[in-house]
């Protein structure tokens, strides 16, 4: 088969997707993939036959920009006949969605979270949904990726009929393996890695961490991510005073998280809004307690307060006392916390849960 991936962003396919589009290379599948391009194209030339260069205005909404974005993939499915094809995140669904069925070929759709443009209600919100259940209709099955934002979706008509639900992205368990709690006697470290940008919780966090590093002097903030660049401005001048004050390190983007997952003692999530939080299972797959918005795509990568205490989101009084909390525990008390988060994840996140649920969809359509 020649299986046409349509994504926003080629690191997200790396990072979260590249052991199922090996599984397809070594079924003898072709794989075309079509992103925007940027330096993360490259990380994906072993995992595919071809990437097709696509522009995507990711965060616009200009509809002349969309309807052209629209009628470049009715051109690459006219040109490139794929039998199959994924599409993942908001555009590539709708408008990949539209195309697909437009053009009578096989897609599965994944709504890998909703943003505040659909559930912060108003005009945008109601023409997405309407746009979503007519992209959607016909698709082969659309993955959510939590139950409450499949209910929320079902409500307003969309895909009521053809619906799955997957474990997020999965983890890869051998890629992130479970690693040792470290020694808390240079300190305690929280971890935030979050684009950064108001709807990930980073006001929150940076105010959070200046708190509690006034009232505890061995307590760190570490903060890994890349700025939403339309927000730089705002948070950049804050992450460099709390820099200088040593109340925080700023790590930038990192291809490879791990590293700095296996030195940290705590992981923080204070997102608005998720899909599923691929963060939070990472991090519970190496180990470490979290601390999450009680949200769903967070709440499902924890056994609350067995594995992690949750925090209501927008709200830093919150996020400090669920640090605080966790602060009154003890070093062993903290370390058992990481190990069951460990054991959570392999029973309910292994990656293997999506790619084999991906092949069970493809073969229904080979069998038609």
């Not at 619906?163 to 300190?187: Q, W």
């Amino acid at each position: 088969m020649r299986i046409l991936i349509l994504a926003n962003y080629a690191n997200g396919l790396f990072l979260f997707r590249k052991e199922l589009l090996s599984s397809f290379l070594e079924e003898g599948h072709e794989v075309f993939i079509s992103v925007p391009f940027d330096e993360n194209c490259e990380k994906l030339k072993p995992y595919s036959t071809r990437i097709i260069e696509t522009k995507l205005e990711r965060h616009g909404s200009n509809p002349f920009s969309d309807f052209g974005l629209f009628m470049n993939y009715r051109k690459m499915i006219k040109e490139h006949k794929p039998d199959m094809v994924l599409t993942y995140t908001i555009k590539p669904n709708i408008y990949g969605g539209l195309a697909c069925r437009l053009a009578k070929v096989p897609y599965i759709c994944n709504i890998t979270g909703l943003g505040m443009a659909i559930e912060g209600g108003g005009l945008m919100s109601k023409v997405l949904v309407k746009l979503y259940a007519m992209a959607t209709k016909k698709a082969q099955v659309v993955f959510f990726q939590n139950e409450r934002n499949r209910k929320f979706m079902q409500d307003k008509g969309v895909a009521k009929k053809n619906s799955g639900l997957l474990p997020g992205s999965g983890v890869n368990l051998t890629a992130h393996p479970f690693r040792e709690y470290p020694d808390e006697k240079d300190g305690i470290h929280f971890l935030a890695v979050v684009r950064i940008m108001r709807d990930k919780g980073i006001e929150e966090y940076l105010e959070a961490a200046k708190r509690i590093t006034d009232k505890h002097e061995n307590v760190y903030f570490d903060l890994v991510g890349e700025y939403e660049e339309d927000e730089r401005s705002k948070y950049e001048p804050l992450i460099k005073e709390l820099e200088e004050a040593g109340k925080l390190k700023y790590y930038g983007h990192l291809n490879n998280v791990d590293p700095v997952f296996e030195k940290c003692h705590v992981v923080v999530h204070p997102s608005y809004h998720e899909g599923m939080s691929n963060v939070l299972l990472e991090a519970a797959a190496c180990g470490r307690p979290i601390l999450a918005s009680n949200i769903h795509g967070c709440i499902e990568a924890l056994e609350v307060d067995k594995s992690g205490f949750v925090f209501e989101p927008k709200d830093t009084d919150a996020l400090e006392k669920a640090i605080e909390r966790i602060l009154s525990l003890s070093e062993d008390e903290r370390s058992k916390m990481g190990s069951l988060g460990r054991k959570h994840i392999e029973q309910h996140f292994d990656r293997q849960i999506i790619i084999d649920a991906y092949k069970a969809e493809i073969n229904k359509i080979n069998k038609k």
